[in-house]
Nanobody
Framework: QVQLVESGGGLVQPGGSMRLSCAAS????????MGWYRQAPGKQRELVAV???????NYADSVKGRFTISRDNGKNTVFLQMNSLKPEDTAVYSC???????????????WGQGTQVTVSS
């Protein structure tokens, strides 16, 4: 089993910044990719940003130029730096990890518990 522990989140004013962290632990042989998704009230969950083991990144168009995803491979941790936050960024942000399990070397996908980000004055 793999556990994803998220930190960060909370209330921030429009134009402000916030950093989310997600640490993965457990039966990890290797992490294929880690990313962040978000779900606003009444909307479907959407991809925010993802980073692969090789460092390739992909962002939602709505956050390009404002959000940056990065990764500490040694600590199995992914970060999401969010700048120039807008009220429409308000959502529950969830960490996702695509891993090769160290027990049976099969590919598995895991989710964190989610953290609320509220952008409001």
């Amino acid at each position: 089993q793999v556990q994803l522990v998220e930190s960060g989140g909370g209330l921030v004013q429009p134009g402000g910044s916030m950093r989310l962290s997600c640490a993965a632990s457990g039966t990890i042989f290797t992490i294929i990719a880690m990313g962040w998704y978000r779900q606003a009230p009444g909307k479907q969950r959407e991809l925010v940003a993802v980073i692969t083991s090789s460092g390739r990144t992909n962002y939602a168009d709505s956050v390009k130029g404002r959000f940056t995803i990065s990764r500490d491979n040694g600590k199995n941790t992914v970060f999401l730096q969010m700048n120039s936050l807008k009220p429409e960024d308000t959502a529950v942000y969830s960490c996702n990890a695509d891993v090769l399990d160290s027990v049976d070397v099969t590919r598995k996908n895991y989710w964190g518990q989610g953290t609320q980000v509220t952008v409001s004055s």
